[in-house]
């Protein structure tokens, strides 16, 4: 038992410096999350945080994981990889501001409403930000549930491509579909759950079985993306979107890898998650 508890501190404590390095290579992103008042301390119910809405951070700190390694899968260029990660990194830069001026009443509307108000601020807000590429900039704009009916399009373009073949030309697209589906998938800071069968026999991963927690959680604010989707729920349109973006990318990280073992899509954010953990050590 003893043994078994040291090397679960072992592999934390080596989980802290890989992620701590992500957040160096990325430190334009990080940077603007410490501006934005995320590691301010904060009294939340009577207790003192000390660093505030830091789990923001280490949210987008995972996601700029998982980016690497699509980025390593699909053979982008060093640059682009280099920004994929960034773009993960300050998607969610004004989370704080974001929630705190709902909350408080400074945005008016139905809730789908004030979620695009206030993500529609913070990408104004980051068009300003030197330190940011524009290519970051456009593939951080596929997040979330704001990002869908732009990844939708991009989806459908890049589809009918695949039908000759995808080539490196279009990597820039790809890497702005993978942040979506990377958004869609990943809940705060944890690993990805094992993916289980459901009883008519599909399978449930972690996209489905996260956006399948949104509907509970985020019920009225799943409804109100009805006027916003064409007819669909919010989670409905993460789902069908992110679903179709899983598929595509399956077919050309198989197709850029002819040594790899296929896979099912349904896989995919578990084979991500592995290779953080193989690179952890």
């Not at 078994?4 to 072992?10: F, G, M, N, Q, T």
């Not at 009918?160 to 697209?173: F, Q």
């Not at 759950?193 to 459901?198: A, F, I, L, Q």
Request: with cysteine.
């Amino acid at each position: 038992m003893s043994e078994d508890l040291e090397l679960k501190s072992d592999f934390e404590n080596r989980k802290s410096i890989y992620f701590a390095n992500i957040g160096r290579r990325i430190h334009p992103a990080i940077d603007l999350h410490v501006e934005h008042g995320h590691y301010d301390s904060e009294e939340f119910k009577g207790e003192h945080i000390k660093r505030g809405w830091g789990n923001v951070t280490e949210h987008c700190l995972v996601e700029a994981a998982r980016a690497e390694i699509f980025a390593d899968l699909l053979g982008f260029p060093p640059d682009l990889k280099h920004n994929a990660m960034v773009a993960a990194g300050v998607h969610d830069f004004r989370k704080k501001q974001e929630i705190t001026s709902i909350r408080s009443g400074e945005v008016d509307g139905t809730p789908e409403e004030k979620q695009n108000t206030v993500t529609g601020l913070s990408a104004e807000i980051l068009k300003e930000q030197a330190s940011i590429s524009s290519k970051a900039k456009f593939i951080a704009s596929a997040s979330g549930a704001q990002g869908v009916l732009a990844s939708e399009d991009v989806l459908n373009e890049l589809i009918k491509a695949n039908e000759v073949g995808l080539t490196s030309d279009h990597d820039v697209k790809i890497a702005f579909l993978v942040q979506h589906y990377i958004d869609d998938y990943t809940d705060g800071s944890k690993w990805v759950p094992g993916v289980v069968r459901n009883e008519g026999g599909s399978m449930s991963n972690a996209l489905n079985q996260r956006l399948a927690g949104n509907r509970i959680r985020y019920a009225k604010e799943d409804e109100d993306g009805r006027r916003f989707y064409g007819g669909r729920t919010t989670s409905q349109a993460q789902e069908e979107c992110s679903t179709r973006i899983q598929e595509l990318l399956t077919d050309v990280i198989l197709d850029r890898n002819p040594e790899m073992t296929v896979f099912e899509p349904y896989e995919l954010p578990e084979i991500v998650d592995r290779e953080i953990k193989n690179r952890i050590g």
